[in-house]
Structure formats: structure tokens, C-alpha cells
């Protein structure tokens, strides 16, 4: 495979497809093999079962990732010119066969990747920048708020925002204002607290 993913975690956005593509960010788990550990009431988990394709965009742009985490993206965001569920932002993609790992008891399934096809489109010679880091790191926050309603991560938010104002540009500055919008009344009356 061309493309190298990190031992440990690395953030892409999962495209999957039933009839309509779908995108999420998900993270890829590598300990030696490659999967995902995926809640089964999304729709990225729903697809993979139907149909067992996943594709893994990497991509440099903060504001799909809080785009996809909260919304779905229009057929305009995916290349025209690929069968699999590729997105237009993507620099590099990756797509899966899956096999799936899943017990009745758990909310969330393990699924195992094994790669088809890479592609790199282009690299982008860019070093690390803390606040899309920040800002990844404020939409998983935002979404397990979403899913488990616990203040605590809505409380890492202002750090996380620090962050992008510190290191941001125009675009993660964007983000952070979409994501802010998305969780709407509950980070406003945090603030005020
Ligand atoms: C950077 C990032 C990584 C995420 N990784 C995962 C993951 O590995 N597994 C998961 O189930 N959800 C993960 N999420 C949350 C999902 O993206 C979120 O629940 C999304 O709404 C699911 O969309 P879907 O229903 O279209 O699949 C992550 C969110 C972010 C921002």
C-alpha cells in the first residue's frame, strides 16, 4: 500500500455508501492490522454492514471534518470520476474491503480493513498545526457530548478554542465558529456560566 497509516490513531474521513455516499470522520486504529471501532447506530456503521466498502480520505481541510461529524455532505463533495465513495477534498484515499466484529451486548463494532487500492493525488508539504489538531480534538468532544450529554466535554471546548485563536487561520477559525453553531444553546450557556 502507498499509503502509510500511523501505529495508533489516525484521523481520515470514512465515505461509505447505501444508494447515497455518506462521510464521517473516524479514526483508523493500527496495531499491527488496520480497523475501526465504529458506534452501530451510525450511518458509516450501517453502510459498512450492507455493503462491506469503506473509504479513508485523507484530508487537510478542519472544516470537513466538522461539516461531516454534525451533517451529510451533497453528492458535490465526492469525485465523479471514482465507483468507490471518494471525496474531492481528499489528498490521499485509501479504500477497504471490511470484515465485521460485533457482539449484540456492545454499542460499538470493530471493523477490520484490508486494503484494495491507495491513491495519493497530491502531498501537501505542510507542517503540523496545533489548532487543526485543536480543532479535531473540539469536534470529538462535541460529538460524545452530543451522544452522552456530559457537561465535562463541553468544558474542554474554551481550551481547545484558545488554541485556534492562537495558531488558526481564516479556515480553522471557520470551523470553529460551524462547530460552535452545531452545538448551538448548549456551549452559548456554558460561556455564561
Ligand atoms: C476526529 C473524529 C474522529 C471520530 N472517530 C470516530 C470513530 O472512530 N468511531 C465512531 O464511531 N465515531 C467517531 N467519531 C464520531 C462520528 O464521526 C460521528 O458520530 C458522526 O456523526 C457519525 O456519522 P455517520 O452517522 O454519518 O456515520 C469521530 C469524530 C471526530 C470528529
Not at 470522520?25 to 450492507?50: C, E, Q, W
Not at 480520505?57 to 461531516?68: E, H, Q, R, S, W
Not at 451533517?71 to 471490511?98: H, I, M, N, Q, R
Request: hydrophobic share 40%; charged share 20%.
Amino acid at each position: 500500500m502507498e499509503v502509510q497509516f500511523h501505529e495508533g490513531i489516525s484521523e481520515v474521513i470514512a465515505t461509505t455508501r447505501n444508494g447515497q455516499p455518506n462521510a464521517a470522520p473516524m479514526g483508523v486504529i493500527n496495531r499491527g492490522s488496520l480497523y475501526i471501532a465504529v458506534y452501530k447506530d451510525s450511518h458509516t456503521f450501517l453502510n459498512v454492514k450492507k455493503n462491506r466498502q469503506l473509504v479513508a480520505n485523507f484530508v487537510a481541510d478542519p472544516l470537513i471534518y466538522v461539516k461531516t461529524a454534525f451533517e451529510d455532505l451533497g453528492p458535490d463533495f465526492f469525485s465523479p470520476d471514482e465507483t468507490a465513495p471518494v471525496l474531492k477534498a481528499a489528498y490521499a484515499w485509501v479504500e477497504f474491503t471490511c470484515s465485521i466484529l460485533e457482539k449484540p451486548t456492545q454499542k460499538s463494532a470493530v471493523v477490520e480493513l484490508q486494503p484494495v487500492r491507495s491513491v495519493v493525488l497530491q502531498r501537501p508539504i505542510i507542517p503540523v498545526n496545533r489548532a487543526f489538531c485543536a480543532v479535531l480534538e473540539a469536534t470529538i468532544h462535541a460529538t460524545r457530548y452530543q451522544t452522552l450529554e456530559d457537561p465535562a466535554y463541553l468544558e474542554r471546548m474554551a481550551h481547545c478554542e484558545s488554541i485556534v485563536t492562537k495558531c488558526g487561520g481564516r479556515r480553522e477559525f471557520e470551523a470553529f465558529e460551524l462547530l460552535k453553531k452545531y452545538l448551538g444553546q448548549a456551549i452559548t450557556s456554558r460561556q455564561q456560566d
